[in-house]
Structure formats: structure tokens, C-alpha cells
């Protein structure tokens, strides 16, 4: 029943995810193409995130202004132009302002459909709900990766194929008749009270964005490096994702089980283990095969550190605030995502592609010596009063409304009329 409630709202997700999905890989291979440096790559990429950034802060204004449906159609038909001028114009410095906006509707969208889906979840299957949308995420981030085989990459095709994914996700999701909740009434918690609560949560977030936005923004670019082909490279980029997948299931196990720390602290440990694999790969040489392995590794481990660390903060605030709390994480691991790739990419740019990896075996096992701190500062909960693992992504707070954890939206959030229609 939950899954036929809600099937035109996650076949317009897939639509729109699979299209940004494959826009994301074939920005930074083209890239390469044209030989524009990786420092100045970075820059195009990481202007995403900082879009994404500002979209979770300003977009739920626009939605509640215009509406849902108005904000969905607006927000999609940008997000399609923004596909298709790539393809008329190459420039730097455009292509940041491109991705910038791109992000900013991503983030826009994702608040739409999360809300709509919210609406359409009754309280006792909330998690079921969550559960479907999460796999269905990563099923459309791997078929985007994958897409971009389907064209030549120096062409117009592929821009074009990602354009017309994105448009028409627009067709299920406008014609839904169900209004979405007053997204004004969602609030972030303040980074200061989030922090005084778990610092390990907040910084392990920020970290998490960091290594995500980085690997996931420059990934190409040094797969690209390795003289791979476009289709070993969309494998490079695939493995990871199906990494995340499947690797949800024991880690979530074992932290519902065992000292949450203990378990982060073991999955950034897997993060560097596997980054150093990577960046040796890069410097030295290895087998396809030794790469893709290293990559479903690194992808499982940069999956769970968020879901990992929001868990940790949850742990240390009261149930009503979770909401509010998963926003003000979103917002920071958003900050680290926009941070990431220039740090990282200023290093490519200075030292080779493989140093893309040598900045996330640093930055994580920065976070291992954190971790370890924050373990002789507090004791840690007893399992059975932890909360428990629930695989999450960076989409948008309104999405957590979905997260079993939580307390469900009050009626009053909601609207009877859409306000675009009136």
C-alpha cells in the first residue's frame, strides 16, 4: 500500500536524481577533455554544493511563497536550462555559476518531493517510506553514473539526456493532488546548541562533507587521470555508490549494538585504509580490479559517517528537536561538502590527481584522533539507550521527517490548499 501511495513521487525522484547524477559525472570527465586544471575543476564542482547550501536555507522560502507545485515546475525547468547551456557554452567561470544554481534547485526540489512524500506516509510507515526513497536514491545515482556510457562524452548528448531526465520528472510529481506541509515550519536547531550537545556529531558531519564532496566532485577527474576509459571510470564512480548500498545494513548493526563511537571510529579507519589504497593506486599503479575493491570500501564508508554521526547527535537531544537537529547537521555537512572539493582540489593541482586521496586519508584520520578524544571526554550511552541507525542522506531536514526516530509533523504543518493553486 505504501509503495503505491507514493510511486509517481519516487519515479519523479529517480527521473530527477538519475539526471543530476549523470550531469555530476560528465561535468568533471569533460573537464578533463578540455585539460582545464584541476584546481580550477574543483572550483566548477564545488560551486554545486555552495548552491546546495544556500537552496536548503532560501528555497523553503520560495516553496512556501509560490507553492509547491509552481516551486517544483520553476525549479526543474532552471535546473534543465542549466544542463543544456553547458552544452552551448564552455566556460569556467560559467560553468561554476551553472553549478551553482543547479544546486540551489536540487536542494529546492529535493524539499519538494521529501515533503510530498511526507503528506503521503502514515505515521506507522514512515520508515518504510524512507527505506524505499533511500534505495531508489541510490539506485538513480548509480544509473546516472553509468548513463553517461550512452553518448560520446565531447557531444551534446549526453547534456541533452541529462536535460531531458530532469524534465520530465517534472510530469509525476506536478500532477500529484496532494499539497505538501508549510515548510516554514520546519526549523534548524542553532549550531552552537547542536554542538554543545554532541560535538562528535557536529564535527563528524562536517567531516563527512568534506570527504563526500571532495570524492564525489574530483573522483572523476582522477579516475581520468589513470588514462581510463569512460566506461571504467563510470565504474570507479558506480562501485562506490553500491558500496554505500550495501554496507548500510552491518554497520547500522553493529552501532545499534556497540558503542556508536567505537563503530564510527572503525569506519573511518576503513576510510583511510582504502584512501591510501587509492592514492598509491594513482602514484604506482595497480589492477582495475584492486581499484574498483578500494572504491566499494571508501564508498561504504563515506555513506555511514553522516547517517553515523546524526545518529551520535540524536543520541543527545530530546526526540521533539531531532527534526530541527537534522537540519542544522544538513546545513554543516553542506558547508564541508563546499569546503571539501577546494581544499582538495588546490592540492590536485599542486601535487597530481592522487593527492585527492592523500587529503581524505587526512581529513579522516583527522577525525579518528577527534573520535578517540571525544571517547575520553564522555562516557559513552549504554546500547539499549542509544537510538537506533537509520540510513540517511543529504537531501534535505524534510526528508527526516520520514526518519522513524522523529515525531511525526503535527496536522497544524500542514496545508489544506496548496498556496500555488489559489
Known amino acids: 500500500m505504501a509503495v503505491r501511495s507514493i510511486f509517481s513521487l519516487l519515479f519523479g525522484a529517480g527521473l530527477l536524481i538519475l539526471g543530476n547524477g549523470l550531469i555530476g559525472i560528465l561535468l568533471p570527465i569533460r573537464l578533463g577533455v578540455e585539460q582545464v586544471s584541476a584546481d580550477l575543476s574543483g572550483l566548477v564542482m564545488s560551486a554545486f554544493y555552495l548552491g546546495f547550501m544556500m537552496g536548503s536555507i ?3 522560502g520560495i516553496i ?3 507553492g509547491h507545485i509552481r516551486a517544483f515546475a520553476a525549479f526543474a525547468a ?3 536550462a542549466t544542463s ?3 552544452a552551448l ?5 560559467v560553468w561554476a555559476i551553472l553549478r551553482a544554481v543547479s544546486g540551489f534547485c536540487i536542494a529546492a526540489l529535493y524539499a519538494v518531493i521529501e515533503s510530498w512524500l511526507n503528506v503521503k506516509s502514515s505515521n506507522e510507515h514512515r520508515g518504510q517510506v524512507l527505506s524505499i526513497y533511500l534505495i531508489t536514491s541510490y539506485l538513480a545515482s548509480l544509473l546516472g553514473q553509468l548513463a553517461v556510457n550512452t553518448y560520446e562524452v565531447d557531444g551534446l548528448g549526453l547534456f541533452c539526456l541529462g536535460a531531458v531526465l530532469m524534465a520530465l520528472s517534472l510530469v509525476p510529481v506536478v500532477l500529484t493532488r496532494v499539497a505538501g506541509p ?3 515550519a520546519v526549523k534548524r536547531l542553532g549550531l552552537r546548541v547542536l554542538y554543545k550537545a554532541s560535538p562528535l556529531g557536529v564535527i563528524a558531519t562536517w567531516g563527512a562533507g568534506m570527504l563526500s564532496g571532495a570524492f564525489y566532485a574530483l573522483g572523476a577527474i582522477y579516475a581520468d587521470s589513470l588514462d581510463l576509459s569512460v566506461l571504467q571510470i563510470s565504474l570507479f564512480m ?9 554496507l548500510q545494513w552491518p554497520i547500522g548493526r553493529l552501532s545499534d549494538h556497540y558503542d556508536r563511537r567505537t563503530v564510527l571510529l572503525f569506519v573511518l579507519v576503513m576510510c583511510v585504509v582504502a584512501s591510501i589504497v587509492l592514492s598509491f593506486f594513482g602514484f604506482g599503479g595497480a589492477s582495475l580490479t584492486t581499484l574498483l575493491v578500494a572504491a566499494v570500501f571508501l564508498g561504504g564508508a563515506l555513506a555511514t559517517i553522516y547517517p553515523l554521526a546524526v545518529a551520535q547527535a540524536y543520541d543527545y537531544v530530546d526526540r521533539s528537536d531531532m527534526v530541527g537537529a537534522s537540519g542544522g547537521l544538513l546545513l554543516v555537512w553542506a558547508i564541508g561538502a563546499t569546503v571539501g572539493p577546494l581544499v582538495a582540489s588546490f592540492f590536485m593541482g599542486r601535487f597530481g590527481p592522487s593527492a585527492l586521496f592523500v587529503y581524505l586519508a587526512v581529513v579522516a584520520g583527522a577525525l579518528v584522533a577527534f573520535t578517540g578524544y571525544r571517547m575520553l571526554r564522555r562516557q559513552a550511552l549504554p546500547a539499549a539507550e542509544q537510538t537506533n541507525y537509520v540510513s540517511m542522506q543529504t537531501t534535505s531536514a524534510i526528508a527526516n521527517a ?5 515525531d511525526p509533523l503535527p496536522e497544524f504543518y500542514y496545508s489544506d490548499e496548496d498556496p500555488g493553486d489559489r
Open 58 to 60: 532560501a528555497g523553503q
Open 402 to 406: 520520514l526518519d522513524p526516530r522523529t
Open 238 to 246: 558506480s562501485v562506490p555508490i553500491f558500496g554505500g548500498m550495501v
Open 84 to 86: 543544456l547551456i553547458h
Open 89 to 93: 557554452v564552455f566556460d569556467v567561470a
Open 78 to 80: 532552471i535546473a534543465t
Open 64 to 66: 512556501r511563497r509560490v
Open 182 to 184: 508549510e515548510l516554514g
